[in-house]
Protein backbone atom coordinates (compact mmCIF):
# COMPACT_ATOMS: atom_id res chain seq x y z
CA UNK A 1 0.00 0.00 0.00
CA UNK A 2 1.12 3.44 -0.34
CA UNK A 3 3.08 4.76 2.40
CA UNK A 4 0.76 6.89 5.47
CA UNK A 5 2.66 9.94 3.70
CA UNK A 6 1.06 9.51 0.83
CA UNK A 7 -2.08 8.48 1.79
CA UNK A 8 -2.50 11.76 3.82
CA UNK A 9 -1.85 13.93 0.68
CA UNK A 10 -4.05 11.65 -1.47
CA UNK A 11 -6.40 11.94 0.96
CA UNK A 12 -6.03 15.81 2.39
CA UNK A 13 -6.33 14.07 6.32
CA UNK A 14 -3.91 13.92 9.02
CA UNK A 15 -1.18 11.33 9.32
CA UNK A 16 -2.90 10.35 12.46
CA UNK A 17 -6.40 9.91 10.73
CA UNK A 18 -4.54 7.73 8.26
CA UNK A 19 -3.02 5.87 11.15
CA UNK A 20 -6.49 5.70 12.74
CA UNK A 21 -7.79 3.71 9.72
CA UNK A 22 -5.04 1.69 8.99
CA UNK A 23 -5.18 0.19 12.40
CA UNK A 24 -8.75 -0.09 12.12
CA UNK A 25 -8.27 -2.29 9.01
CA UNK A 26 -5.41 -4.33 10.31
CA UNK A 27 -7.77 -5.03 13.29
CA UNK A 28 -10.54 -6.54 10.54
CA UNK A 29 -8.04 -8.29 8.47
CA UNK A 30 -8.10 -6.38 5.71
CA UNK A 31 -4.25 -5.06 5.73
CA UNK A 32 -1.25 -6.35 7.49
CA UNK A 33 1.76 -4.39 8.87
CA UNK A 34 5.18 -5.35 8.16
CA UNK A 35 7.28 -2.98 10.13
CA UNK A 36 9.86 -0.54 7.93
CA UNK A 37 8.97 -2.99 4.67
CA UNK A 38 5.06 -1.30 4.87
CA UNK A 39 1.78 -2.44 5.06
CA UNK A 40 0.24 -4.70 2.90
CA UNK A 41 -3.14 -5.99 1.79
CA UNK A 42 -4.05 -8.95 3.73
CA UNK A 43 -3.68 -12.36 1.41
CA UNK A 44 -6.97 -13.50 3.71
CA UNK A 45 -9.16 -10.66 3.61
CA UNK A 46 -12.23 -11.23 5.49
CA UNK A 47 -15.12 -10.40 2.67
CA UNK A 48 -13.44 -13.44 1.01
CA UNK A 49 -11.82 -15.43 3.74
CA UNK A 50 -13.89 -15.43 7.07
CA UNK A 51 -17.62 -17.28 7.00
CA UNK A 52 -19.71 -16.96 10.13
CA UNK A 53 -21.78 -20.14 11.17
CA UNK A 54 -24.64 -19.31 12.49
CA UNK A 55 -26.96 -21.54 15.27
CA UNK A 56 -30.19 -20.32 15.96
CA UNK A 57 -29.56 -22.00 19.45
CA UNK A 58 -26.66 -23.12 20.99
CA UNK A 59 -24.72 -25.68 19.24
CA UNK A 60 -24.93 -28.33 22.33
CA UNK A 61 -29.33 -28.35 21.53
CA UNK A 62 -28.40 -31.90 20.20
CA UNK A 63 -25.80 -34.32 18.70
CA UNK A 64 -25.69 -32.68 15.07
CA UNK A 65 -25.25 -29.50 15.56
CA UNK A 66 -22.43 -30.16 18.24
CA UNK A 67 -20.85 -32.19 15.33
CA UNK A 68 -21.08 -29.43 12.77
CA UNK A 69 -19.86 -26.80 15.68
CA UNK A 70 -17.14 -29.35 16.14
CA UNK A 71 -15.86 -29.56 12.61
CA UNK A 72 -15.67 -25.98 11.98
CA UNK A 73 -13.18 -26.07 15.10
CA UNK A 74 -11.07 -28.26 13.48
CA UNK A 75 -10.99 -26.35 10.36
CA UNK A 76 -10.08 -23.02 11.78
CA UNK A 77 -7.64 -24.96 13.79
CA UNK A 78 -6.42 -26.83 10.56
CA UNK A 79 -6.56 -23.00 8.74
CA UNK A 80 -8.67 -24.86 6.34
CA UNK A 81 -11.20 -21.53 6.37
CA UNK A 82 -11.62 -19.25 8.78
CA UNK A 83 -15.22 -19.45 10.49
CA UNK A 84 -16.33 -17.40 13.36
CA UNK A 85 -18.89 -19.57 15.01
CA UNK A 86 -22.12 -17.04 16.17
CA UNK A 87 -24.70 -19.06 19.24
CA UNK A 88 -28.02 -17.99 19.52
CA UNK A 89 -28.49 -15.50 16.66
CA UNK A 90 -32.39 -15.17 17.23
CA UNK A 91 -33.49 -12.21 15.45
CA UNK A 92 -34.09 -10.19 18.60
CA UNK A 93 -32.92 -6.16 18.52
CA UNK A 94 -31.75 -6.86 21.92
CA UNK A 95 -29.42 -9.66 21.34
CA UNK A 96 -25.85 -8.26 21.58
CA UNK A 97 -24.15 -10.66 19.05
CA UNK A 98 -27.16 -10.56 16.83
CA UNK A 99 -26.18 -6.98 16.79
CA UNK A 100 -22.69 -7.45 16.07
CA UNK A 101 -23.10 -10.27 13.29
CA UNK A 102 -25.21 -7.71 11.65
CA UNK A 103 -22.83 -5.27 11.75
CA UNK A 104 -20.01 -7.52 10.29
CA UNK A 105 -22.37 -7.88 7.68
CA UNK A 106 -22.76 -4.30 6.55
CA UNK A 107 -19.52 -3.59 6.61
CA UNK A 108 -18.56 -6.60 4.30
CA UNK A 109 -16.65 -8.61 7.09
CA UNK A 110 -17.81 -11.62 6.06
CA UNK A 111 -17.47 -13.78 3.14
CA UNK A 112 -20.67 -16.21 3.37
CA UNK A 113 -22.96 -17.22 6.11
CA UNK A 114 -24.00 -21.08 7.19
CA UNK A 115 -26.89 -21.12 8.72
CA UNK A 116 -28.07 -24.11 11.01
CA UNK A 117 -31.93 -24.24 13.06
CA UNK A 118 -35.15 -22.25 12.42
CA UNK A 119 -34.42 -19.28 10.08
CA UNK A 120 -37.79 -18.11 10.45
CA UNK A 121 -36.98 -15.76 12.96
CA UNK A 122 -34.63 -14.25 10.80
CA UNK A 123 -36.03 -14.05 7.54
CA UNK A 124 -36.76 -10.25 7.22
CA UNK A 125 -33.43 -9.59 8.67
CA UNK A 126 -30.29 -7.53 7.27
CA UNK A 127 -28.66 -11.70 7.39
CA UNK A 128 -30.70 -12.56 4.82
CA UNK A 129 -31.94 -9.23 2.94
CA UNK A 130 -28.00 -7.95 2.66
CA UNK A 131 -27.00 -8.00 -1.07
CA UNK A 132 -24.17 -9.39 -2.34
CA UNK A 133 -23.66 -11.55 0.80
CA UNK A 134 -23.27 -15.87 -0.14
CA UNK A 135 -25.58 -18.13 1.95
CA UNK A 136 -26.31 -21.26 2.46
CA UNK A 137 -28.30 -23.29 5.08
CA UNK A 138 -27.64 -27.02 6.67
CA UNK A 139 -31.55 -27.80 7.40
CA UNK A 140 -33.82 -30.90 6.36
CA UNK A 141 -36.64 -28.57 6.16
CA UNK A 142 -38.00 -25.89 3.98
CA UNK A 143 -37.36 -23.09 6.19
CA UNK A 144 -34.75 -20.15 4.58
CA UNK A 145 -36.98 -19.01 1.53
CA UNK A 146 -34.36 -18.27 -0.91
CA UNK A 147 -31.56 -19.38 0.19
CA UNK A 148 -29.65 -22.52 -1.07
CA UNK A 149 -29.85 -25.66 1.15
CA UNK A 150 -27.85 -28.24 1.95
CA UNK A 151 -29.64 -31.31 3.37
CA UNK A 152 -29.01 -34.80 5.07
CA UNK A 153 -30.88 -37.71 2.56
CA UNK A 154 -33.21 -39.09 4.85
CA UNK A 155 -34.57 -41.23 1.99
CA UNK A 156 -31.11 -42.74 1.58
CA UNK A 157 -30.73 -43.45 5.50
CA UNK A 158 -33.94 -44.57 5.25
CA UNK A 159 -33.17 -46.88 2.70
CA UNK A 160 -29.52 -48.74 3.18
CA UNK A 161 -30.72 -49.04 6.75
CA UNK A 162 -33.35 -51.33 5.98
CA UNK A 163 -31.34 -53.05 2.71
CA UNK A 164 -28.64 -53.66 6.07
CA UNK A 165 -31.44 -55.67 8.27
CA UNK A 166 -32.75 -57.34 5.34
CA UNK A 167 -29.70 -58.27 4.30
CA UNK A 168 -29.20 -59.65 7.80
CA UNK A 169 -31.79 -61.84 7.70
CA UNK A 170 -34.43 -59.89 9.84
CA UNK A 171 -38.22 -59.88 9.13
CA UNK A 172 -39.57 -57.61 11.93
CA UNK A 173 -38.48 -54.64 12.71
CA UNK A 174 -38.59 -51.51 15.06
CA UNK A 175 -38.36 -48.08 14.59
CA UNK A 176 -37.27 -45.34 17.34
CA UNK A 177 -37.74 -41.98 15.34
CA UNK A 178 -37.49 -38.18 16.12
CA UNK A 179 -41.10 -36.55 16.45
CA UNK A 180 -39.81 -33.78 13.90
CA UNK A 181 -39.55 -36.29 10.90
CA UNK A 182 -41.99 -35.12 8.09
CA UNK A 183 -45.74 -35.98 8.77
CA UNK A 184 -45.78 -38.04 5.52
CA UNK A 185 -42.23 -40.60 6.89
CA UNK A 186 -44.22 -43.12 8.05
CA UNK A 187 -45.47 -44.16 5.10
CA UNK A 188 -42.32 -43.81 3.53
CA UNK A 189 -40.91 -45.93 6.27
CA UNK A 190 -43.27 -48.70 5.70
CA UNK A 191 -43.44 -48.84 2.15
CA UNK A 192 -39.82 -49.61 1.99
CA UNK A 193 -39.98 -52.06 4.29
CA UNK A 194 -42.24 -53.86 2.91
CA UNK A 195 -40.31 -53.36 -0.81
CA UNK A 196 -37.77 -55.62 1.53
CA UNK A 197 -40.03 -58.37 2.90
CA UNK A 198 -40.09 -56.70 6.30
CA UNK A 199 -42.87 -56.62 8.69
CA UNK A 200 -43.24 -53.07 10.32
CA UNK A 201 -46.16 -52.74 12.56
CA UNK A 202 -47.41 -49.52 13.71
CA UNK A 203 -46.84 -50.59 17.29
CA UNK A 204 -43.44 -51.16 16.23
CA UNK A 205 -42.88 -47.53 15.90
CA UNK A 206 -42.53 -44.67 17.77
CA UNK A 207 -41.32 -40.95 17.94
CA UNK A 208 -40.10 -39.09 20.64
CA UNK A 209 -38.57 -35.64 21.08
CA UNK A 210 -34.46 -35.81 21.19
CA UNK A 211 -34.56 -34.01 24.28
CA UNK A 212 -36.50 -36.62 25.86
CA UNK A 213 -34.06 -38.96 25.30
CA UNK A 214 -34.42 -40.77 28.75
CA UNK A 215 -37.21 -41.82 27.46
CA UNK A 216 -35.74 -44.46 24.80
CA UNK A 217 -34.95 -46.63 27.02
CA UNK A 218 -38.66 -47.47 28.63
CA UNK A 219 -39.65 -47.53 25.04
CA UNK A 220 -36.96 -49.74 23.60
CA UNK A 221 -37.29 -52.60 26.41
CA UNK A 222 -40.94 -52.31 25.63
CA UNK A 223 -40.35 -52.58 22.29
CA UNK A 224 -38.18 -55.62 22.76
CA UNK A 225 -40.09 -57.10 25.74
CA UNK A 226 -39.30 -60.87 26.01
CA UNK A 227 -42.58 -61.42 27.43
CA UNK A 228 -44.57 -60.79 23.30
CA UNK A 229 -44.91 -63.82 21.38
CA UNK A 230 -43.37 -62.19 18.86
CA UNK A 231 -41.04 -59.51 18.89
CA UNK A 232 -39.12 -57.16 16.27
CA UNK A 233 -35.31 -58.77 14.92
CA UNK A 234 -34.37 -55.32 13.39
CA UNK A 235 -34.04 -52.49 15.14
CA UNK A 236 -33.42 -48.67 13.49
CA UNK A 237 -32.88 -45.49 15.61
CA UNK A 238 -33.20 -42.85 13.70
CA UNK A 239 -31.60 -40.32 16.16
CA UNK A 240 -28.35 -40.29 17.80
CA UNK A 241 -29.10 -38.37 20.20
CA UNK A 242 -31.66 -41.35 22.07
CA UNK A 243 -28.73 -44.26 21.05
CA UNK A 244 -27.35 -44.81 24.20
CA UNK A 245 -30.73 -44.75 25.72
CA UNK A 246 -31.84 -47.13 23.66
CA UNK A 247 -29.49 -49.46 23.88
CA UNK A 248 -29.80 -49.43 27.71
CA UNK A 249 -33.49 -50.28 27.14
CA UNK A 250 -32.98 -53.32 25.11
CA UNK A 251 -29.99 -54.62 27.68
CA UNK A 252 -32.94 -54.52 30.51
CA UNK A 253 -35.26 -56.45 27.93
CA UNK A 254 -32.35 -59.06 28.07
CA UNK A 255 -31.95 -58.83 23.97
CA UNK A 256 -28.54 -60.14 22.87
CA UNK A 257 -27.75 -57.58 20.02
CA UNK A 258 -26.41 -59.52 17.24
CA UNK A 259 -27.74 -62.41 17.89
CA UNK A 260 -31.70 -62.06 18.60
CA UNK A 261 -31.64 -58.37 17.10
CA UNK A 262 -29.70 -56.65 14.20
CA UNK A 263 -29.30 -52.34 15.10
CA UNK A 264 -28.44 -49.76 12.85
CA UNK A 265 -28.57 -46.28 14.16
CA UNK A 266 -27.96 -43.09 13.37
CA UNK A 267 -24.77 -40.84 13.81
CA UNK A 268 -23.08 -37.76 12.58
CA UNK A 269 -19.57 -38.85 11.91
CA UNK A 270 -17.09 -38.39 13.24
CA UNK A 271 -18.22 -37.79 16.83
CA UNK A 272 -20.23 -41.47 17.12
CA UNK A 273 -22.58 -41.50 20.02
CA UNK A 274 -21.58 -43.92 23.07
CA UNK A 275 -23.23 -47.20 22.75
CA UNK A 276 -22.52 -49.71 25.20
CA UNK A 277 -23.47 -52.84 23.06
CA UNK A 278 -22.37 -53.64 19.30
CA UNK A 279 -24.51 -51.34 16.72
CA UNK A 280 -24.23 -51.02 13.01
CA UNK A 281 -23.38 -47.25 12.66
CA UNK A 282 -25.32 -45.26 9.58
CA UNK A 283 -25.37 -41.47 8.98
CA UNK A 284 -23.81 -38.27 7.49
CA UNK A 285 -20.42 -36.87 7.67
CA UNK A 286 -19.92 -33.23 9.14
CA UNK A 287 -17.39 -32.54 7.06
CA UNK A 288 -18.90 -33.66 3.93
CA UNK A 289 -21.77 -31.08 4.52
CA UNK A 290 -19.43 -27.99 6.14
CA UNK A 291 -17.93 -28.90 2.62
CA UNK A 292 -20.72 -28.52 0.61
CA UNK A 293 -21.72 -25.59 2.18
CA UNK A 294 -18.05 -23.97 1.05
CA UNK A 295 -18.92 -25.36 -2.46
CA UNK A 296 -21.95 -23.32 -2.30
CA UNK A 297 -20.88 -20.36 -1.63
CA UNK A 298 -17.86 -20.21 -3.51
CA UNK A 299 -20.09 -20.70 -6.73
CA UNK A 300 -22.22 -17.97 -5.40
CA UNK A 301 -19.28 -15.61 -5.07
CA UNK A 302 -17.96 -16.71 -8.82
CA UNK A 303 -21.31 -16.60 -10.68
CA UNK A 304 -24.71 -15.12 -8.13
CA UNK A 305 -25.43 -19.05 -8.22
CA UNK A 306 -29.56 -20.13 -7.93
CA UNK A 307 -31.36 -21.47 -4.90
CA UNK A 308 -30.67 -25.14 -5.08
CA UNK A 309 -30.53 -28.07 -2.35
CA UNK A 310 -27.82 -30.64 -2.51
CA UNK A 311 -28.32 -33.82 -0.71
CA UNK A 312 -25.54 -35.57 1.38
CA UNK A 313 -26.07 -39.57 1.27
CA UNK A 314 -26.07 -41.28 4.67
CA UNK A 315 -23.00 -43.82 4.62
CA UNK A 316 -21.72 -46.67 7.00
CA UNK A 317 -18.80 -45.79 9.08
CA UNK A 318 -16.45 -47.92 7.14
CA UNK A 319 -16.98 -46.03 4.14
CA UNK A 320 -16.22 -42.59 5.44
CA UNK A 321 -12.88 -40.50 5.34
CA UNK A 322 -12.93 -39.53 8.25
CA UNK A 323 -10.76 -36.20 8.83
CA UNK A 324 -8.00 -36.97 11.85
Known amino acids: ?145 NVSTVSPDN ?31 LPLWYADAAARGLDARPYWTQQIPPDCAASATNIAHMLFNPLQSERPDGFVVADDNLVEAATIGLLNAGVAVGRDVKMVVHCNFPWPTQSIIPVRRLGYSAGALMGACFSELEKQRANGGTVATEFIPAMFEDELEIPS
Open 1 to 145: MPTRRQLSFAYAASTRTVQSALDSLAADGFVEAHGPKGTFVSQRPPHLCTYALVFTHAPDRNQFWTALHSDALRRRREQTQQIDVWHNIDGHADNEDYRRLIDQVKRHRVAGLIFVGDGRPLSHTPLMNEPNVPRVAISTKEKYP
Open 155 to 185: CSFRRRALDHLAGQGCRRVAFLLPVWDRADA
